[in-house]
């Protein structure tokens, strides 16, 4: 059989690597078409587009921070400036390798729990991924320098100098100035897109005091600068920079000379003390004491810091002159007089025969004025000039009843009673000057005499802070001109004018009247806080009071020694001087110290010596004896300010200040007779 054979079809293999190529060609064809499409359309038709999405890459626009402005005091003493500080940031797109660079800092320096609970909330509100994030502050030389050696471990981080709020005095402004925190995750959540672009780089906000009432004038405005960075997003170099613009610098009304003399005489007791210049409305003074350090909080307060402070029994944090409202006691009795003579329920020369104590009609309730336990009796024949001087509670109950409570409760508001003062600070709290409508809508009761017998001596629901007395007091001094206390003087080169909130007009016998009785507290012969004004070398206007903390039953007499510390009366003070052309209006109060002529006068006196006669305290310096009793302080106090006389003039004399204070303290040690303790 014939074996069949097959020759190769070399037309037929040409013809199929033919179309082969061809379809080969076809497709890189199409491919150098798209390839030349793509090109076309980056280099040309997109090229703007690209371009820009290729430098934000490699180009990124950072925020500068302001400088956030200065605050002074009324004579240039820096109450809060701007410390430098090297910063530790990082910078970190991924989680496991910012674990890492985490992990290895840990060894290096040392880093808190708290650092790192508040460097990843930090890290939520950041508005870029490539944006640092500052996670410790306030570096040491030797822990800058162990990051340097390792820097080469460390991408991302960054060591970078920066400004950070500092307060000088710590302490004794606390409340005033406030301070400065980190923005929380809720306060950003607040922010509008503007805040957001100005606190874009910042990352602290005002949050109490000043600090935050005036931030936006403090903070500034921020500006930008573009940087070229790498992958890691450390900047390589600078393209170029708008400069931010530094916040405004504040001055205060206040004056730390006086703000310290108020701390030296309080004598580390709790409680608040006020001192307002009477023409302006400027606030010269405002310690709550204890106070704490504001630059606990700056750069974030630790956990422990924080707990010890919110727990301590003292309560550091709480601003005693702007939000505690304490009972009046007869500090307000000036108040009471003069409506008494404006509505004609009593006149200047109406008098009664107090026997220490007092009934309302119909009742057989006791009301006992002070004094019945002092002395078994009342006052006698007083005055209403004589009833402020002595404090004679059994007049103003008298005069409280007769005019009812609808007159007291229209009177009080004219003198801030009541009402916000309008302090430029936050936070602060009204008090209560209570009224028939306010009982019934809030207790649902009905008002009752024994009430407005209550209130007519500053006891009962009436309730006012520290700054509240203060402007009461200031407004008698100015008869009836009623200024808003300020705290700034000046906002950069702008000055605040002072605020007239209402001119109250009655006669100028009724002032005369109810300023001579203040003025009999402090220089009669049977004021209450005549002791206060030995050696005074100006006539001076007060008024004592005190405020129970606890009640005591009808027939009880009050006793210290059977109360808690805690439990005793209030010491409060009102004041002002010069008589004739007043400068200056104090209010004062202690906690629990009991007296307010005996406690919370010499405070009062040490202010007033401050400011009209220059007779500074030093917290260092002064250094009373233990003890409650008055003589004792105000010897102490009067040897004090004699001594320190003395020294004034030998340096105005160029004698030696040794000899000088020698002389100072022998003119000085003439016995004080010690009176007799009064409640008032």
Known sequence: MQESQQFKDHQREAKIFRSRVLVMAVFML?????????????????????????????????????????????????????????????????????????????????????????????????????????????LTEEEIARLAVNQHLLDGVEVNAELVRNYPHKDMFAHVIGYTGRISEKEVDAFTPEQLQRYSGTHAIGKIGIEASYEDVLLGEVGSQNVETNARG???????????????????????????????????????????????????????????????????????????????????????????????????????????????????????????????????????????????????????????????????????????????????????????????????????????????????EAWYPGDTVNISIGQGMVLATPMQLAVMTATIANRGVRYRPQFIQKIGDQVHEPIVDEIFETKPEYWDAIIGGMEEVMHGARGTARRVS?????????????????????????????????????????????????QIAVAVMLENAEGGSSQAAPVARAMMDAQILGYYLKADEFVPPVGFHHAAIIKRLNNYIAERKAVQVAKEAELPAKAAVQAGSSSSTAPVKVPETAHE
């Not at 970190?92 to 609970?117: C, M, Q, R, V, Y």
């Not at 027939?555 to 510390?565: D, Q």
Request: some cysteine; aromatic content about 8%.
């Open 234 to 444: 450390r900047v390589m170099r600078i393209l170029d920079r708008i400069d931010s613009k530094q916040g405004s610098d504040l001055r205060l009304h206040l004056d730390a000379r006086m703000q310290e003399t108020a701390v030296a005489a309080m004598r580390g007791r709790r409680g608040a003390v006020v001192a307002i210049d009477v023409k302006t409305g400027g606030v010269l003074a405002a310690v709550s004491y204890p106070g704490f350090d504001p630059n606990l909080f700056v750069t974030g307060i630790g956990y422990r810091d924080y707990k010890s402070l919110n727990e301590d029994i003292d309560t550091p944090l709480f601003n005693r002159f702007l939000q505690a409202q304490y009972p009046p006691g007869s500090t307000i009795k000036p108040v009471i007089g003069l409506a008494g003579l404006h509505t004609g329920f009593t006149d200047v020369n109406r008098a009664i025969s107090d026997r220490g104590v007092f009934t309302l009609p119909g009742s057989s309730r006791l009301y006992r004025d002070w004094v019945l336990a002092r002395t078994g009796g009342g006052h006698g024949r007083v005055d209403l000039k004589a009833a402020i001087s002595q404090s004679c509670d059994t007049y103003f109950w008298d005069l409280g009843n007769r005019m009812g409570i609808d007159h007291i409760s229209s009177f009080g508001p004219h003198f801030g009673l009541g009402n916000l003062t309008g302090i430029d600070i936050p936070s602060e709290r009204k008090g209560l000057w209570p009224s028939r409508e306010w009982k019934r809508a809030a207790r649902r």
């Open 534 to 582: 030995e050696r005074s070398e100006y006539r001076m206007a007060g008024k004592s009071g005190t405020a129970q903390v606890v009640a005591i039953a009808q027939n009880a007499k009050y006793n210290s020694a059977l109360l808690k510390e805690r439990h005793r009366d209030h010491a409060l003070f009102v004041a002002f001087a010069p008589v004739e052309a007043p």
């Open 30 to 138: 199409l491919l150098v078409s798209v390839l030349v499409y793509r090109y076309y359309d980056l280099q040309i038709v997109n090229y703007e587009e690209y371009a820009t999405q290729s430098d934000r890459n490699r180009v990124h626009v950072q925020p500068v921070p302001p400088t956030r402005g200065l605050i002074f005091d009324r004579n240039g003493e820096l109450l809060a400036d701007n410390k430098a500080s090297f910063t530790l940031s990082v910078v970190s797109a991924d989680a496991t390798e910012l674990n890492n660079t985490i992990e290895l800092l840990k060894g290096l320096i040392e880093i808190s729990a708290s650092d790192l609970g508040k460097f990843y909330k930090a890290q939520k509100q950041r508005r870029h991924k490539l944006d640092p994030v500052p996670l410790r502050y306030r």
